[in-house]
């Protein structure tokens, strides 16, 4: 049973990191901003804020996150049934990357890989799955793709190597 491999994506998939971002840029503006609104990828293109971005490089966004409610039933499923899987996570600064690896070893999860923002690429092509939630992974090299549906990635035309997720626990149907 345990001969299939899946990617996991991190930031938008198994953890609201973009929620605490806003939170985070709401603490120190006062400016309230909601996840609805965001409808890039790219926050600060999204907003029109400039320097938006660099809140992604801060540890207090992952201080306080966990991995989503949908996030714990999936690892837990996968795990139950032996499943490869990897997380595969981009990093800002050293400390978010101790702090992403805080919340996956608090949750069990001992088998990631983080690479720094322009230095390294995800491994999507050794992989069965691919669990993402980035619009631009579409033109990658995989084998199936599942985006996990969100405001600033739901226009692209799914063939059958890509497809859209509602939520996580979607995958306990298909892989």
Not at 152 to 164: A, D, Q, S, T, V
């Amino acid at each position: 049973m345990g001969t299939k491999s899946i990617m996991l994506d991190m930031d938008g998939v198994l953890v609201d990191s973009l929620g605490a971002l806003l939170n985070c840029y709401e603490k120190d503006t006062g400016i309230k901003l909601s996840t609805s609104e965001i409808d890039n990828y790219d926050v600060e293109k999204a907003t029109g804020i400039e320097g938006i971005n660099k809140y992604w490089a801060r540890k207090e966004i992952y201080k306080n996150l966990d991995l989503t409610f949908d996030a714990k039933v999936l690892v837990s499923w996968l795990q139950q049934r032996g499943y490869f899987f990897e997380v595969q996570s981009f990093i800002e600064s050293d400390e978010t990357a101790i702090e992403k690896a805080r919340i996956l070893k608090d949750n069990g999860i001992f088998n990631f890989k983080f690479f720094q923002i322009g230095e390294g690429k995800k491994e999507f092509h050794r992989f069965d799955y691919v669990i993402e939630d980035n619009p631009d992974v579409v033109s990658e090299n995989y084998r199936q793709l599942y985006l996990l549906q969100a405001p600033y990635n739901g226009n692209l035309k799914e063939n059958r190597r890509f497809k859209y997720i509602r939520r996580l626990s979607d995958l306990i149907n298909l892989i």
